[in-house]
Antibody, heavy 120, light 109 residues
C-alpha cells in the first residue's frame, strides 16, 4: 500500500524557517517523481515544487522560488521541503504527492498534509 | 503562466448528473487531470489524461474534452459526491509547470 506521511509543520514567525519531511513507503520511491502542493485555509490547491527521481530536474512556483528548496534522500525514502523567509501568505496545509507520467504529469497519491502557520 | 478557469460552484439533485468544466487556452493540446477533495481530507485523483479512471473510481465518473473546455461528469450523483473538484494540467516547457484550476464546489441538494 502506498503511504506518504508528512511531518515538520507547526507555528513559525514571519521570516523564520521550517523543514517539512515526507516519508514514503509501499512503492519504489527512488524511481518516482515527487511534488509538494499546498492549500491555504479556505483556498484552492497550489502546486509549488517538483523533483525528478534522481534530483536532476527541479521546478518551483514563482511564489516560493528563491525561498523554498525541495530535496530527497532516496536511501531513506524521504522527501523534504526547506522553507526559508516565511511569510504570512505561506500559511497552508502542505501535501507531498507522488508524480506519475503517462501522456502528462499528474499526482496519483497524496499524503494527509502538514499544517504550517506563519504568524507572530 | 498558464491559467485554468473553473466555475466556483455547481448544485445538483441526487440522481442527476453534475458537469464541472475547466477552461484554458489551447487546452486541447494538454492532458487534463481531475481531483476530488472532501472537507478535511487530502485530494484524490479521479480522472487522469482527460478520461482515464484510476482503479477504484466508479464508472459514473467520466472526463471529456472539447474545444477549449474539459469536463468532469458525475452521473447519478449521490450525497457522497459532495466535494470540491480541481482540474490540473502540466504546462511542459514552463519553468513552473504545475497548474491547478480554482476548484468547483459540488453541492448535492
Amino acid at each position: 500500500e502506498v503511504q506518504l506521511v508528512e511531518s515538520g509543520g507547526g507555528l513559525v514567525q514571519p521570516g523564520g524557517s521550517l523543514r517539512l519531511s515526507c516519508a514514503a513507503s509501499g512503492f519504489p520511491f527512488s524511481t518516482f517523481i515527487m511534488n509538494w502542493v499546498r492549500q491555504a485555509p479556505g483556498k484552492g490547491l497550489e502546486w509549488i515544487s517538483y523533483i525528478r527521481s534522481d534530483s536532476t530536474t527541479i521546478y518551483y512556483a514563482d511564489s516560493v522560488k528563491g525561498r523554498f528548496t525541495i530535496s530527497r534522500d532516496n536511501a531513506k525514502n524521504l522527501l523534504y521541503l526547506q522553507m526559508n523567509s516565511l511569510r504570512a501568505e505561506d500559511t497552508a496545509v502542505y501535501y507531498c504527492a507522488r508524480g506519475r507520467v503517462a501522456s502528462s504529469h499528474y499526482f496519483d497519491y497524496w499524503g494527509q498534509g502538514s499544517l504550517v502557520t506563519v504568524s507572530s | 503562466s498558464y491559467v485554468l478557469t473553473q466555475s466556483p460552484s455547481v448544485s445538483v439533485a441526487p440522481g442527476q448528473a453534475a458537469r464541472i468544466t475547466c477552461g484554458g487556452n489551447n487546452i486541447g493540446s494538454k492532458r487534463v487531470h481531475w481531483y476530488q477533495q472532501k472537507p478535511g481530507q487530502a485530494p484524490v485523483l479521479v480522472v487522469h489524461d482527460d478520461s482515464d479512471r484510476p482503479s477504484g473510481i466508479p464508472e459514473r465518473v467520466s472526463g471529456s474534452k472539447s474545444g477549449n473546455t474539459a469536463t468532469l461528469t458525475i452521473s447519478r450523483v449521490e450525497a457522497g459526491d459532495e466535494a470540491d473538484y480541481y482540474c490540473q494540467v502540466w504546462d511542459s516547457g514552463s519553468d513552473h509547470p504545475g497548474v491547478f484550476g480554482g476548484g468547483t464546489k459540488v453541492t448535492v441538494l
